[in-house]
């Protein structure tokens, strides 16, 4: 096989691997801040903010997974 | 690839020659057109001018013409001061209040006035260039392109640091390195982590979160409705099967909706992490 592909498949398992935690965590966030707005409807503003901070946060590892599979 | 041409050839569609996957998608033997290489879909074909090593293309000008776009919003909107606004003008005034009060304000505190103009101005021509990848006859979101996020966070780094100097002196980098609040044995751990996330991690994440996202949009929208419009075209010359463009279609557009949403929300999100970055320099206790 020749050496590019076997270099894309491999970046593609790799940014496959990296977008698992931040999965797990956007779930975990995004989750929380559910509970919290059913439980405090009057914060919701507030939580719906810091959600997707965390979110935004959260992220950032699942991106430089993205674009080290184009770098690759 | 074998089918090269394929529409081109055809002679019924002349704009399809201008889709970069009708060239080199092979609708005998493939599911989906996918391109040689994903870099043609982002990159301008043919300079219109040049000014000396300065190259005037699409990119060039549909990144002055959103500037113009979102100057134009502002200027019109609030232009001037009416008893009952016109429902354009209430859209704006909106949107500025919401930038000033529920980012600027709410995020940074009462000094988040100073930054207000800043964060208007990206989160206006950033929402402009989001949505310029999901309106018909420009189809391409310029902050898909690395340079403009690049240039973006870089001025929001400079903003932090320049504001976390004049505001805490040299306490602003000790307190990142040496953090006061955590048990000793672990400071320079911590102090490192810290360090290497505030300086470098944050104004980088900060572009490709942005990049990132459109470019994926981009790609998403040009391979499925590119491929539904291609296959759905070949039917005469394969036959039913390609009539699996009607699927890649309507897929595409579910997430031409999807894009609209990513659209707003990159642009709030890259504001609003703007403006913790600088309150983060402006109040580096919390």
Not at chain 2, 126 to 154: E, K
Not at chain 2, 266 to 274: D, E, G, H, N, P
Request: one cysteine or more; charged letters at 10%; glycine letters at 10%.
């Amino acid at each position: 096989m020749e050496l590019e592909v076997i270099k894309g498949a491999i970046a593609l398992i790799g940014y496959g691997l990296g977008a698992v935690g931040p999965g797990i965590g956007i779930g975990i966030v995004v989750g929380n801040a559910i509970t919290a707005m059913a439980r405090q409807p009057e914060m919701a503003g507030q939580v719906r903010t810091t959600m997707f901070l965390g979110i935004a946060f959260t992220e950032a590892l699942a991106l430089i997974g993205f674009v080290l599979f184009f770098i690759a | 690839m074998g089918g090269g041409g394929c529409l081109a050839g055809q002679g019924k569609e002349p704009r399809l020659d201008r889709l970069i996957l009708a060239s080199e998608c092979d609708v005998k033997n493939e599911l989906i057109c996918a391109p040689a290489n994903v870099n043609d879909l982002f990159v301008a074909h043919g300079d219109w001018f040049h000014i000396g090593d300065f190259a005037f293309n699409r990119t060039t000008f549909l990144i002055l013409l959103a500037a113009v776009v979102s100057i134009a919003l502002l200027y019109f909107g609030l232009r001037r001061e009416r008893l009952v606004p016109t429902k354009f003008e209430t859209a704006i005034e909106g949107l500025v209040t919401f930038v000033r009060k529920d980012v600027a304000v709410d995020i940074i505190g009462p000094e988040g006035v100073r930054y207000a103009p800043y964060l208007l101005a990206l989160f206006i021509f950033i929402l402009v260039g989001n949505l310029f990848g999901i309106t018909p006859l420009i189809n391409y979101p310029i902050t898909s392109r690395m340079a403009l996020p690049v240039f973006m966070s870089i001025i929001t780094y400079l903003i932090f640091v320049v504001v976390g100097f004049a505001k805490n002196g040299f306490h602003f980098v000790s307190d990142i390195v040496w953090p006061k609040s955590v048990p000793i044995g672990l400071r320079p751990l911590v102090g490192l982590i810290e360090f290497v996330s505030t300086f470098f991690l944050r104004p980088l994440t900060l572009a490709v979160r942005l990049f990132a996202n459109l470019v994926a949009g981009h790609l998403m929208l040009t391979l499925l409705l590119g491929s539904g419009v291609i296959f759905v075209l070949a039917v005469p010359e394969v036959g039913l099967k390609s009539l699996v463009g009607v699927a890649w279609f309507g897929f595409g557009l579910g997430i031409y909706l999807f894009e609209m949403v990513v659209a707003v929300l990159q642009a709030y999100i890259f504001t609003l992490l703007s403006a913790v970055y600088i309150q983060l320099s402006v109040h580096p206790q919390h």
